[in-house]
């Protein structure tokens, strides 16, 4: 089992839909990213949270570390929204660790 | 700034060939990375470099090799290079590992025939 599960896989909306896609995480974590990634191009860093919620124009990122959770959520969603979402954690596992798990990502198309 | 640049964007090599791929960050960050990332599989990590001078091995380090040659540039080469390396190579930076943002180059997409 993946550490790292994301929800849905694929997500199709309309133009001005609100959005949200799941991240679960099964290890202690003292970190996690949410990062963006257009088809065929590079990878962006949306969020990295390890508590609580932070926003970002039409994006928000909430975590539950107890229940092993985070969202992220668009508002107002748009074309330009269409791109893959990853949640990558940071196992809490000391000092030594500097690496990120991540998930398999969310293919997400927003239909004008 | 540039943030992380990467060399090739893309490159095709036949099987048995070597090659490697530059890296090069200007955010003054310590920790360096090499991921793949290959169809259905999220990013798996190559090789990192926690800190100038260090690097380590991560889930798939087979067939790569890394050098950390200064504290901008990480170097990922491939010394006999086999089909399975067909992939999208991702190099990225943060300042201390897992616990900062992490800026990402824009990838190599290499085939390997």
């Known amino acids: 089992k993946n550490e790292v599960e994301q929800s849905p896989q694929n997500l199709t909306a309309q133009e001005g839909e609100f959005i949200t896609i799941n991240c679960s995480y099964s290890v202690g974590i003292s970190a996690l990213h949410w990062l963006q990634q257009h088809p065929g191009g590079g990878i962006v860093s949306l969020f990295m949270?390890?508590?609580g919620k932070k926003k970002h124009g039409r994006l928000i990122a909430t975590i539950n570390i107890q229940e092993k959770h985070s969202s992220l959520h668009i508002t107002a969603s748009h074309p330009r929204d269409s791109a893959v979402y990853i949640c990558?954690?940071?196992?809490?596992?000391?000092?030594?660790?500097?690496?990120?798990?991540f998930g398999k990502g969310t293919l997400l198309t927003v239909n004008p | 700034n540039a943030g992380v640049t990467q060399t090739p964007k893309f490159q095709v090599l036949k099987t048995g060939q070597s090659m490697t791929l530059q890296c090069a960050q200007d955010?003054?960050?310590?920790?360096m990375y090499w991921y793949r990332q290959d169809p259905g599989m999220g990013l798996r990590l190559i090789y990192y470099?926690?800190?100038?001078?260090?690097?380590d091995k991560g889930e798939v380090p087979n067939g790569y090799n890394v050098s950390r040659l200064n504290k901008r540039e990480f170097s990922l080469r491939l010394e006999s290079a086999a089909p399975s390396q067909t992939s999208v190579y991702f190099c990225?930076?943060?300042?201390?590992?897992?616990?900062?943002?992490?800026?990402f180059g824009q990838g190599t997409r290499l085939t390997v025939v």
């Open positions: 470099s926690a800190s100038e001078g260090t690097t």
């Open positions: 990558a954690v940071r196992a809490d596992s000391g000092g030594s660790n500097y690496k990120l798990t």
């Open positions: 955010m003054n960050h310590n920790s």
């Open positions: 949270l390890s508590s």
């Open positions: 990225a930076s943060s300042e201390q590992g897992g616990r900062t943002e992490a800026f």
